[in-house]
């Protein structure tokens, strides 16, 4: 385990083979094994870590225990902003566990994009791979809901000394895709939030880049299109489901132009070698006729889904038809089962994951490469 990072020639070394770098942020105690870093401490190079701009953090309380009773709160914040943690690494591939500090909503950034998208409620964890090429790591707790964007605890381990990722299936789309926290056991959940369960981990990574009440434009324009075209290549694929919000009239994004803004999307995407795959979302709940036969065929712009799908010539999962089939054969009381109480448009996490099944089953149908 390794307790310090430093060099005679002042470049940070592992001096352990585990090649685990474990920070414990705030101003408390610090966990056995973890290297203690307060706000105030400034980034050196030879001492490899510290915060770029110690003037825009500061050591707040946390809500737990151990390395999660305190933590760091950045102050200033966005994708961009130069006001980050940096860790001195050796280039290579690697896994970032990160834990936060008591918040209601916070994103984590890396390297100016996105990493993980909107981890809900105090102490949260996850973690992403990510490659190093410049010799350092870059990273940020930024905007997602509320006000305190705060870090409890950094876990960096060395996955390959090649700073490629192995392949990756990305996912964008809205509420009834993205993730929701504690990762382990959340009542609700998106369906991107358990397709790994159904996907060869040897073959892929899969990185859910979803958020709630999310629509075409803004997913394109607001960064979680640009992560992705950071690290897309060929033999990756990126699924995009959205169409609920869009068509929500507040938004006014009409049908045409929600079609236009997923063919911009799929272009960029193609640019990089990635494969494109669209999903139409599922429906209700409710979505039962007198027959008992559920149908939801003609909400949230599917049309424009499954033209578009055509037109770019890209694979199409039509998992509105598919989850109906499946709510049909369930019937209308047990498909309510698998829905949030008293909400018939966000999955529990049974839901969520019978859903992410479908997917997966429906990936493998179409015989593309890597899904048995």
């Not at 770098?21 to 973890?34: A, L, M, Q, R, T």
Request: aromatic letters at 8%; proline letters at 3%.
């Amino acid at each position: 385990m390794t307790t310090a990072l430093f060099s005679e020639v002042g470049k940070p070394e592992v001096r352990a083979a585990t090649k685990i770098y474990k920070f414990d942020f705030g101003s408390g105690s610090v966990e056995p094994g973890y290297i203690g870093v307060s706000a105030t401490m400034a980034y050196n190079r030879s001492q490899g870590y510290g915060f770029n701009t110690p003037e825009n953090m500061k050591n707040v309380t946390g809500q737990d225990t151990g390395m999660a009773s305190d933590a760091v709160q950045f102050v200033t914040v966005g994708t961009k902003s130069n006001n980050t943690f940096n860790v001195d690494l050796p280039n290579g591939l690697y896994e970032v566990k990160v834990t936060l500090g008591k918040t209601g909503r916070t994103s984590i950034a890396a390297e100016g994009v996105y990493q993980i998208i909107n981890m809900m409620g105090d102490s949260a964890v996850d973690k992403f791979q990510i490659p190093i090429t410049d010799g350092q790591l870059n990273i940020l707790a930024t905007e997602g809901k509320g006000a305190a964007y705060t870090l409890s605890a950094l876990e960096i381990s060395k996955i390959s000394h090649r700073a490629v990722t192995r392949r990756t299936i990305y996912i964008g789309g809205d509420s009834t895709v993205c993730n929701y926290y504690p990762l382990v056991n959340s009542v609700q959940g998106g369906w991107g939030q358990f397709l790994s369960q159904f996907i060869d981990g040897n073959t892929f990574q899969v990185r859910n880049m979803a958020s709630e009440g999310q629509i075409a434009r803004g997913f394109r324009d607001d960064g979680q299109l640009e992560a992705i075209l950071k690290y897309a290549r060929s033999g990756d694929y990126v699924i995009l489901q959205l169409g609920i919000n869009d068509s929500n009239l507040k938004n006014e994004e009409t049908e045409a132009e929600f079609k236009e803004i997923m063919r911009d999307m799929i272009i960029q995407i193609k640019s990089k070698g990635a494969t494109v795959i669209l999903s139409t979302p599922q429906g209700r709940a409710t979505d039962f006729n007198s027959n008992n036969v559920h149908t939801a065929e003609n909400r949230w712009y599917r049309p424009a889904i499954l033209a578009l799908a055509k037109e770019e010539n890209v694979p199409l999962i039509d998992l509105n038809v598919l989850s109906s089939a499946y709510f049909t054969s369930r019937g209308p009381e047990a498909t309510l089962a698998l829905y949030m109480t008293k909400d018939y448009l966000h999955p529990n996490r049974s839901g969520a994951t019978e859903l992410a099944r479908l997917v997966a089953e429906d990936l493998a149908n179409k015989e593309l490469d890597g899904f048995n």
